[in-house]
């Protein structure tokens, strides 16, 4: 155990940040050993903290607080790792159907997420299917996690040989300008580019970062921007199929 905190201070100060696939190319081995190492203790200190009567209870939240941060960083870390190794062919993807399960499921969870524009016909396109799944799902997360709601739209090419864009909207706070692409960065906290102080329901600071790479191995682009009307747009491109 005395070597966990050591391990993770390494994966913050990784220097990926530079060259997003040499934690992936390089030292996946170790990660994952770490990762699995790690989870079970953390379980049990945090149901250790959960159990026992400490009188400082604000201390005793924030070390509770701070397993969950730790638990999400192990989650996200193996994400990255199981996303970098299924490749697999592209294929072509009826988007929008892709687009009204996932809403709908989310939907049905109390979620307030809803489709807000389609094209009439079938939009297509060429991508993998669990990553663009994950795109989706990262986006759309974030949206209802830091915006307070997710408006998915998807709009088909001009012409055949165009690109396909998916937009997802939110009622949230914006980012600064100067930050839009900052938060694409490994382990940079969305929170902090809000304004906001991030609590224990924050991400780890992975998936804008693993969005951006699963979009550009499709051969498309992420970007983000503030709404004129308020809150926060994410728009994928992608090759239409």
Request: with cysteine; glycine share 8%.
């Amino acid at each position: 155990m005395a070597a966990d905190p050591a391990i993770l201070k390494r994966i913050r100060a990784c220097p990926f940040a530079r060259d997003g696939r040499v934690l992936v190319r390089y030292r996946a081995n170790e990660y994952r050993l770490f990762a699995r190492r790690s989870g079970e203790p953390l379980a049990r200190l945090r149901l250790r903290l959960r159990l026992e009567t400490i009188e400082a209870l604000p201390q005793a939240q924030r070390c509770i607080n701070d397993v969950h941060e730790m638990d999400a960083l192990i989650g996200s870390v193996l994400a990255m790792l199981r996303d970098d190794q299924a490749g697999g062919e592209r294929e072509r993807i009826d988007v929008t159907a892709l687009v009204q399960s996932m809403v709908d499921d989310l939907a049905e969870q109390g979620q307030p997420a809803r489709v807000a524009e389609t094209p009439d016909a079938p939009a297509i396109a060429l991508a993998q299917p669990a990553a663009l799944n994950r795109i989706l799902a990262n986006l759309v997360g974030n949206a209802l996690r830091h915006g307070g709601s997710a408006r998915v739209s998807v709009v088909a090419p001009t012409r055949p040989s165009g690109e396909l864009q998916v937009l997802i909207d939110d009622d949230g706070p914006g980012i600064a300008a100067d930050q839009l692409e900052a938060v694409f960065a490994p382990f940079y906290r969305v929170d902090a580019a809000r304004g906001r102080r991030a609590d224990a329901s924050a991400g780890s600071g992975l998936g804008l970062y693993i969005a951006r790479d699963l979009v550009a191995r499709q051969g498309g682009t992420l970007t983000l921007e503030n709404r004129a009307e308020g809150g926060l747009r994410a728009t994928i491109v992608l090759s239409v199929g």
